[in-house]
Every structure is written in C-alpha cells, then in structure tokens.
C-alpha cells in the first residue's frame, strides 16, 4: 500500500516536471507517453497540421492546381495557398507556464529556506 502511494506521488511529480526534465536531458525526441495530457493534444494537433502539409505539398509537387488541391484535401484555398507559400511551418512547442521565469528565484528561496532549517 506505502509502496503503490510513493509510487504514484512520484509518478506524479514526474508528470509535473516533464518540460523541465526535457530541457534538463536536451532531448528533441517527443514521446508521447512522458507528455501531459495538455501536451499531447497540441502534440496530435502538430501531427495533424503536418499531415496536412506534407499532403498539400505531394499534390502541389505532383502539378495539381490550387483548386483541385482543394476540392482534394477539403482545406480552404487560404490554407493551400498559406501551405505552398512556406508560410505554414508549424513547430510542436510546449507553452512555457507563467511561473517558469520566477522558478531560479523560487528555488533559491527553497534551498535557502530548507538550509535555515537544518542549522
């Protein structure tokens, strides 16, 4: 019973520190499974945006016109256009909280604060 609690507490606080933990570790390969349930749907999202792109561009490579590029895929001539112009580069970006520019501040306090105690 202690064991599956400490488990799942730190299971938890794994799942809370992911974007640190990535940025910590350098790693530019996303596993889906280390992600948040918040940074997987935007992660899905980017899959499906390239998708989409990579489809556009084959047609477009192919000689397809615009308009049937269009009627092909179901995106908007906005989007196809947008696409073949280079303009739609999409980036999975995990959006950075609020609190992470107060983070070194923060822990300096909790160290200091956790040295105070121990002397």
Known sequence: HLMENASRAFLDAVGKSMRQ?????GS???DPKLL????RLQYEGFLRRQETNEAIME????????KQIVKRTGHSRKLVRS???GQRSDVFRVRQSSIEEWLPWLDSRWTQGAHNASA
Do not use: F
């Not at 477009?60 to 615009?66: N, R, T």
């Open 28 to 30: 530019s390969v996303i």
């Open 59 to 66: 047609l477009s490579k192919q000689g397809v016109p615009i």
């Open 36 to 39: 948040t349930y918040a940074e």
């Open 83 to 85: 696409v073949l112009r």
């Open 21 to 25: 933990i990535r940025k910590a570790v």
